[in-house]
């Protein structure tokens, strides 16, 4: 059962006031309407960073989670049978879009990682298609977990160390897909914990640095945008774990 918000939390004041402030809020409440609620949420994921207190809205506004994570789980069926179609996965992007939303507000960050919120994308990740429709929801939902790493939280790592998402799929996807990977990864590994668990364990160090080695070596080299930007985080990943004492002594 999905857990709204027990206590929501007190608003705060409008940073960047919103002009269609009140027209955000009747969309949120119009979400579970049967005849414009598909309408509504590919409004709001589209005007979702024009408002600072759509986190607030969608968290506290009773059968919102629900409806959202209703369209994420519709997506599992057609994702395992092979049957994607352009409609449901534009419109669990769109919910993914919203999720994001509520991972990168300060406010709303931890009760959406207490509710265990991000698990519910855990299958996309998990995905091993290229295929266009594939890669839009792996690419949607590795956003979100980068919402969540990128401030430093040792509660956030703690999560996602929990739930084992170690985003390992990271050799899967385009440029833009595994930069955003490797990102969560190094986030995760400038966390003391984070990478005590990566070397707790052979296997899981292994995991991580072939896929970091594979990256390397399948590189698209003509992707002159996210290119520098993967390499800064491949090479990150390496420096972290260069760091580690008990590693450094038995090269």
């Known amino acids: 059962m999905v857990r709204e918000a027990a206590s929501p939390p007190s608003f705060p004041p409008i940073r960047n006031p919103c002009i269609n402030l009140l027209q955000?809020?009747?969309?949120?409440?119009?979400?579970?309407?049967?005849?414009i609620g598909e309408q509504c949420l590919d409004l709001l994921s589209k005007n979702r960073h024009s408002c600072n207190l759509l986190a607030f809205f969608?968290?506290?506004?009773?059968?919102s989670?629900?409806?959202l994570l209703l369209v994420i789980t519709s997506a599992y069926r057609p994702l395992v049978s092979n049957r994607l179609s352009e409609r449901v996965v534009r419109r669990t992007c769109n919910a993914i879009?919203?999720?994001q939303t509520l991972a990168s507000h300060p406010d709303t960050k931890m009760s959406f990682i207490r509710a265990s919120m991000p698990e519910y994308l855990y299958a996309f990740l998990k995905t091993?298609?290229?295929?266009?429709?594939?890669?839009?929801?792996?690419f949607a939902s590795l956003v979100v977990i980068g919402s969540l790493v990128e401030v430093d939280n040792p509660e956030v790592v703690d999560y996602l160390l929990a739930t084992e998402m170690f985003p390992c799929c990271m050799e899967i996807g385009t440029t833009f897909s595994k930069t955003v990977a490797t990102f969560i990864i190094y986030r995760i590994l400038l966390n003391e914990k984070g990478l005590n668990y990566l070397l707790s364990m052979p296997e899981r160090y292994l995991v991580v640095t072939h896929c970091l080695e594979n990256m390397v070596e399948i590189l698209d080299v003509e992707d002159e945008e996210y290119l520098p930007h993967l390499l800064k985080n491949i090479i990150g990943c390496y420096l972290r774990i260069s760091e580690n004492e008990r590693l450094a002594n038995s090269t």
Request: charged letters at 35%; a positive charge; glycine letters at 6%.
């Open 65 to 67: 989670m629900r409806l």
């Open 97 to 99: 879009g919203l999720f």
């Open 24 to 35: 955000i809020y009747r969309l949120v409440r119009q979400l579970r309407s049967l005849e």
């Open 128 to 138: 091993r298609s290229r295929e266009r429709n594939y890669e839009r929801l792996r």
């Open 58 to 63: 969608l968290w506290c506004s009773p059968g």
